[in-house]
């Protein structure tokens, strides 16, 4: 397996293929001065970036183009007007085009001449962070804590609890190599979503980019913040850990076993998870594991339950299969987007099979459904045999015997 480094390796000569294709079709200006730009970027967050800068050296210039790269498969082009000292203004309005928060902004110009040859300038990055706040920051290799306000305390809080969920991680899967994790942490679950330009649920308190390698976390009151802390990191940690373990495999992962892997690491599990699991079981009322392959409910009380026994069921893998089968599966979700087809693969059993073993197993009871299966062919049996002789009599009933006067 490469390590990350590696992998960004790769992704940067991989990007620079897709530049160079990208232009490959125009003739370059050979023994040309080379072109560059200075630059000055400023951002509203959330609302626009600007891009001011001046080209150099003043050249016979037919079309100047600015790209903008704000994610490995989201490349913008955009015409640049020059004035006569091949200044440039360009606005981004991020209220169309939204960008995730602390992610890296690439940017460069392509210079198309009137004799039809073009020239690339370097390329340049820029790291679009939360400017709303006032930033502390304190690093302990790989890992870099960001929080809001003037106190020094809650770094050193932080650190110990990030080191723990590498720990319980570590349990349940193998960790590769880390660096430059960045973990910023809200003042409330309000403000993190604000930040956050996606479709996302009013109870939504963290969040994960894996492939920036950074997490979001909020903590609201004092007395709970050490609580929240030890559910949040190792829950957002475990996600980021998945996707660098597969990182193709990653979006096609089923989000049951993503949030049961995440959840069941956190320190300071919810305690209310395992009376809503009960409940659910002796009403019959647990969701259909095939029904959480793409998505959670958007009900407050179907969100509890559907962490509830994706935990449950997870830990009920790790238990009785073992950390390898669970690595094994995860490795087999790769360029697969059928959610079924791999557990069978990998358990050999289905996913509705494995889910009723973990029932009995864990609550000692079998669901009426499944129930119902196992018992229906004597069912059949037994309607037989008691049906049987009432067709008989009935039959006998319709068509007497001759009495003997009547031969």
């Known amino acids: 397996m490469f390590d990350y480094q590696m992998q960004r390796n790769i992704a940067s000569l991989f990007f620079l293929l897709i530049l160079f294709s990208q232009v490959s079709a125009r003739p370059f200006q050979k023994n040309s001065e080379a072109i560059d730009f200075v630059s000055d970027i400023s951002y509203e967050f959330g ?15 037919h079309q100047a183009i600015l790209f903008i790269q704000t994610s490995p498969v989201n490349t913008s082009s955009i015409p640049l007007v020059l004035n006569a000292q091949q200044e440039f203004f360009y606005r981004l309005d991020l209220s169309t085009d939204p960008i995730t928060p602390f992610s890296t902004i690439h940017y460069w110009i392509e210079i198309q001449h009137n004799d039809g040859t073009s020239q690339l300038s370097p390329i340049k990055a820029f790291r679009y962070l939360d400017n709303r706040n006032i930033w502390m920051t304190k690093s302990s290799y790989p890992f870099i804590i960001h929080w809001q306000g003037d106190s020094s ?40 979503r604000e930040a956050i330009p996606i479709n996302q649920s009013d109870w939504m308190a963290a969040h994960v980019d894996p ?44 989000v049951w076993l993503k949030e049961g892997l995440a959840t069941t690491v956190e320190l300071s599990p919810e305690a209310e998870y395992y009376t809503i699991l009960q409940n659910a079981v002796n009403t019959n009322s647990l969701i259909p594991f095939s029904e959480l392959c793409t998505s959670f409910p958007q009900d407050i ?31 087999s979700f790769n360029n697969n987007s059928d959610c079924l087809t791999p557990i069978k693969l990998t358990y050999g059993m289905g ?5 009723q073993n973990w029932i009995k197993d864990q609550f000692g009871v079998v669901s009426i459904s499944h129930a119902l299966n196992a018992f229906t062919p004597w069912l059949v049996v037994l309607l037989l045999v008691l049906i049987t002789p009432v067709l008989l009599f009935a039959t006998f009933s319709n068509h007497p015997i001759p009495s003997q006067d009547e031969k």
């Not at 609302?47 to 001046?54: E, H, P, R, Y």
């Not at 305390?153 to 349940?172: D, M, R, Y």
């Not at 009380?301 to 950390?323: D, E």
């Not at 996913?351 to 889910?355: A, C, N, V």
């Open 47 to 61: 609302d626009q970036i600007s891009f001011t800068g001046k080209i150099s050296p003043l050249l016979d210039i």
């Open 153 to 192: 305390q809650l770094g050193q809080t932080v650190l110990p609890i990030v080191q723990q969920s590498l720990q319980a991680i570590q349990t349940v899967l193998p960790v590769p190599d880390l660096t430059d994790i960045d973990i910023f942490i809200y003042n409330s679950p309000g403000d993190l």
């Open 211 to 254: 492939e920036s390698q950074v997490m979001l976390i909020s903590i609201t009151d004092p007395p709970d913040q050490i609580i929240q802390m030890k559910r949040q990191i190792p829950h957002e940690l475990m996600h980021l850990i998945l996707w660098k373990i597969s990182p193709d495999a990653y979006d096609q992962i089923p």
């Open 301 to 331: 009380g179907s969100v509890y339950l559907s962490y509830a026994q994706s935990a449950s069921f997870t830990r009920y893998l790790i238990q009785n299969y073992g950390s390898q089968k669970l690595l094994d599966l995860i490795h």
């Open 351 to 355: 996913l509705d099979e494995l889910s």
